[in-house]
């Protein structure tokens, strides 16, 4: 589905990787230890990386299980790439550049292919499919929070909100991969690769523009004042990871933030830019309580399921 060169590289074997942001380790053995992809239902080795149809018959099987707290917590990740997804889709045929409009899609795909290994996974608990999920629960049903939700603005918030995204993906996957469910660390072992280039491509965007015009400055400055208010959310803690992480299927939110911070900061600080000094967000979306912005993204992106449930071509 992605055509980022790190989705390209996941064909390659891989054990560490290193980048300019931080040091990641994304190879992932099967239980055996062997690397290789025979040892469970789900694939999850680096050199055959973990579909969305694996999982989805791996579901129909009977052979991948979600307990109720890893259901529930894929589908919190399942719905922030699903937002995201959609939110950047909006970008196609509207970016400042031929390149960027390809770059954008690129992103969203990678989103979109996150999405459906999660809700596929989430899915298995009940026996829904992930387009019932995507496309059948009402706004109250869904977890995102509210970063994924806010409009887009112009391209400087995209950017900032892409850059703290990416930057809080990265942190959170690259610790998943370790995550004591082989499926969760399976999808998180394909999705580190991706948003490894996401957080590459916005910090380059991050300082062409801080470091360009004084009216793309201007804009950057603009786009972290109005992203940096739902960053907090991304954060915090709850029950349902605090039981995870003492399982070691997951881990706290809270435990990502000072990589999170280092990191970013590097290059805000290259940039010559200052965190914003901003109020947090109460936020909400993870026990279902949303702002205005995503029954306008469901309405768009469930209208033709809801009109015409089972219609196939």
């Known amino acids: 589905m992605s055509t980022s060169p ?31 992809a025979t040892a469970s239902a789900t694939r999850i080795t680096p050199g055959n990386a973990l579909r ?34 959609q939110r950047l889709g909006h970008w196609i045929s509207r970016a400042p550049e031929l390149e960027e409009d390809i770059a954008l899609g690129n992103i969203a795909l ?39 939700e806010i409009p887009n603005g ?3 918030v995209t950017i900032a909100r892409q850059f703290v995204v990416s930057y809080y993906q990265f942190e959170l996957y690259r610790r998943l991969v370790e995550s004591t469910d082989a499926t969760l660390a399976g999808i998180a072992a394909k999705a580190v690769k991706e948003v490894d280039y996401h957080r590459d491509h916005s910090a380059q965007w991050v300082l062409r523009l801080a ?16 992203v940096w208010p739902y960053v907090d959310e991304l954060f915090r803690d709850d029950e ?17 933030r000072a990589d999170f911070d280092r990191l970013t900061g590097e290059v805000l600080a290259e940039a010559e830019l200052d ?33 015409y449930p089972g219609a196939s071509w």
């Open 6 to 36: 790190e989705t390209a590289a996941a064909a390659a074997p891989a054990e560490e990787e290193a980048s300019g942001h931080g040091d990641v380790s994304v190879g992932v053995k099967a239980a055996s230890g062997s690397g290789e």
């Open 275 to 307: 965190v914003p000094k901003v109020q947090p967000a109460p936020g909400g979306g993870r026990k279902g309580l949303h702002s205005e912005h995503l029954g306008y993204i469901l309405a768009e992106m469930q209208v033709l399921a809801r009109e």
């Open 110 to 148: 990678d989103q979109l292919g996150h999405a459906r290994s999660f809700l596929s996974y989430a899915g298995g608990l009940d026996g829904r499919s992930e387009d019932d999920l995507a496309y059948f629960r009402r706004e109250p049903e869904f977890r995102s929070v509210e970063i994924f």
């Open 52 to 85: 969305p149809e694996d999982i989805a018959l791996a579901v129909s099987r009977g052979t991948a299980n979600p307990s109720e707290d890893v259901a529930e917590f894929a589908l919190r990740l399942g719905d922030d790439a699903l937002i995201l997804a």
């Open 211 to 226: 470091q360009g015009t004084d009216e793309s400055r201007e804009k950057m400055i603009h786009g972290f004042k109005v």
């Open 240 to 256: 349902l990871t605090a039981r995870l992480a003492a399982a070691g299927a997951a881990v706290e939110p809270s435990s990502l």
């Open 154 to 156: 112009d391209f400087a």
